[in-house]
């Protein structure tokens, strides 16, 4: 007997390998997916009773072999070639990581959506089941089923190569610039749940982590690459604290920071510091992990260093742009120099007339600054409308309940 | 064993004001209950899917002859009562299970605690044989 999460560990930090021999050796990557997932099924199956083999990376590399080779044989014209595959020794362990490296960068291609490319992830170098990608995003398994063969059949069509990217390849950084977001996506959709009530979902967080980890290590002089997962660590830091016992949320500034995580607070830290050692501007996850390790270094919120934070964020706007990080840099902003400069450069944003995406946000922000000033009225109605339309249960009660405070001090209740 | 699919209805309840006017402890104990329901259902295996439904004035109503340009409106209708909150799939024995977990559903509290009476629609679902083979 063996423990079962063990085994999974196992599992995932081979599933990669397995699918690098078995494509080297059959000349196609997509076509040997489903091979090697049904044999991490098998594994999955039968290790937790009979004891994981001595070899479990030969294990794995046979069954899936074997696999493979049923798959094939119904088309004559590869029957020979499949035979003598199967018919070869397992080879000896080699080091997995260059595979592991293609794998992903092959799985987050430019001619794939964020969400399938998402999905491929976690399926060929993760090594989850559809099962539990489906679970995660809280779809039926065929659905999922479907995503990830659409998402094959478009990277066939894109010719997309099974290849370690040379970094020092003309397309290598927008390749780079690719795996690292979806990285950080699939961090986002883990940490911030998108919808529902949050449950029995796979933690895609960790497994952002665990990616962005292996990541750093094979490519350690990408600086993003580390500022990328100095971002998460020093995020996933104040998780413990960011709910309440019945899943609200609870705010930065009202968390109890005795809860955050120390160690991955230092481990992040001391990574981002080796980062800015480094020449050359720092990119936007180097930034956004400085203006997190500002945040965690505060014992208490009136500890933060708004003018810092106010500072990143101007550094951050030059350097990758968007409503949503103006709309932060208004909070700092109004903690540094007052509620009405932080809504004034909101009214600046409003009047460019460009798309906020988030919506909700905007008006939560607007709604926050409007309290501190002391606009009761124009912030209850913000808040009302934020709370329409945010689509996160969490967030909709935490924003209904803001509302509701302010009615009631507003005399709406006694 | 049959499926039936919960709707929760916004309105038509007992209760008139907007969750926003509501004593913020009263908001607490209305999606703790859910919460605490939810995962009750959810350990029996009895909870397929729990869905709310984001705002309804976000909702638009396309209509189309498949020929000239979709017509997309405003959603629902703004003279209708009663408009769908979210739904619960769920899988049970029986329909009286069904009808029972509706009715936790339906008694979920209120401002001041009292339960909100909201009515909760029970339909059977047809057999899906895409997700049962």
Known sequence: ?414 | MPRYLLMVNHDGGAVEEPMDAWAPEDIAAHFDYYAALTEELVASGEMVRFTPLADPRLARIVRSDGVSAPVVTDGPYPESKEVLAGFNLVEVDSEARALEIAARISAVPGPGGIPTRQPVEVRQVMTDLAFDL
Not at chain 1, 60 to 79: K, V
Not at chain 1, 244 to 253: D, I, M, N, R, S
């Open chain 1, 1 to 414: 007997m063996t423990d079962q999460p063990v085994i999974e560990d196992l599992l995932r930090s081979l599933a990669p390998q397995v699918l690098g021999v078995l494509a080297r050796r059959s000349g196609g990557v997509l076509e040997c997916e489903d091979a090697v997932q049904e044999a991490l099924i098998a594994a999955a199956r039968h290790w937790p009773e009979q004891g994981v083999p001595d070899n479990p990376r030969g294990w794995l590399l046979q069954s899936a072999t074997r696999r493979h080779t049923d798959r094939m044989r119904s088309e004559t014209a590869r029957r020979r070639r499949e035979d003598r595959v199967a018919r070869e020794p397992a080879p000896p362990p080699a080091p997995g990581a260059d595979d592991s490296l293609a794998l992903l960068f092959m799985c987050c291609h430019p001619a794939l959506t964020p969400a399938s490319a998402i999905a491929l992830t976690l399926r060929a170098v993760g090594g989850l089941t559809t099962a539990q990608i489906a679970a995660a995003y809280l779809v039926p398994e065929a659905t999922m089923a479907q995503r990830v063969s659409r998402a094959k059949q478009r990277l066939k069509a894109s010719s997309a190569v099974f290849e370690v990217p040379e970094p020092g390849a003309p397309d290598f950084p927008e390749r780079l610039r690719c795996v690292l977001h979806v990285l950080y996506l699939m961090f986002n959709e883990g940490y911030t749940a998108s919808g529902g009530p949050d449950l029995h979902r796979v933690d895609l967080s960790d497994e952002a982590v665990r990616l962005a980890r292996r990541l750093h290590r094979e490519l350690p002089a990408e600086p993003e690459a580390a500022g990328l997962l100095a971002l998460m660590l020093l995020t996933e830091a104040r998780r413990p604290a960011r709910t309440g016992p019945h899943g609200e949320l609870v705010p930065l500034a009202e968390q109890d920071r005795t809860r955050w995580d120390r160690e991955l607070i230092a481990e992040g830290t001391a990574l981002l510091v080796g980062t800015f050692a480094r020449r050359g501007r720092p990119g936007e996850y180097r930034l956004q992990a400085a203006i997190a390790a500002v945040h965690d270094r505060a014992a208490r919120a009136e500890d933060t260093d708004w003018p810092q934070i106010l500072g990143l964020y101007g550094l951050l706007e030059q350097v990758a742009g968007s409503p949503l990080v103006t709309l932060n840099r208004a909070v700092a902003l109004a903690m540094v120099d007052g509620p009405t400069a932080g809504l004034a450069l909101l009214d600046h944003l409003d009047a460019d007339g460009g798309p906020v995406p988030d919506l909700h946000r905007a008006h939560a922000v607007r709604a926050h600054l409007l309290e501190t000033a002391g606009d009761t009225a124009a912030a209850l109605h913000h808040y009302r409308a934020a709370a329409a339309r945010t689509t996160s249960v969490p967030e909709q009660r935490y924003l209904t309940t803001r509302a509701a405070r302010l009615h009631q001090h507003a005399g709406g209740r006694p």
